[in-house]
């Protein structure tokens, strides 16, 4: 799993899913007047990333409706971020799903390999 997350080509095909999702929005309409859309990304700080790639994700990709009064911001599905957690969502649920159950020495382990604090561990669980 942690070779999972060391390969940059992995994040890289999450990246191109977003993008993907991103240009369908791009073509559609606001659901509430049927208004232009226009990009208005979410600033994003992804932690968990390979270094090279922290550019591509430094933004949630989100649009705004261009029409005066309506302005509704449609965001598309994202499978790299969630909610507004700062480590990216895959890491998330993989971190989630290895530690199994609140187990101190699972725990101990990720702190030590990864630098996640025991705290942000079991946050994560409980979500
Ligand atoms: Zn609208």
Not at 15 to 33: L, M, V, Y
Request: positive net charge; proline residues 3%; charged residues 30%.
């Amino acid at each position: 799993m942690f070779k999972l997350l060391q390969n940059s080509r992995f994040f890289q095909l999450l990246f191109k899913i977003d993008c993907r999702q991103a240009q369908e929005a791009a073509q559609s309409c606001c659901r509430a007047g049927g208004g232009k859309l226009h990009r208005a990304d979410d600033p994003r700080k992804a932690r968990g990333v390979p270094h090279k790639l922290t550019e591509q994700w430094d933004r949630r990709y989100s649009f705004c409706c261009s029409t005066e009064g309506c302005r509704l911001r449609h965001t598309p599905v994202s499978v790299r971020f969630l909610g507004r957690k700062v480590y990216a969502g895959v890491f998330i649920m993989l971190i989630s799903a290895l530690m199994n159950g609140p187990n101190e020495r699972r725990a101990g382990e990720l702190h030590r390999e990864l630098g996640l604090d025991v705290r942000t561990l079991k946050r994560w669980h409980q979500w």
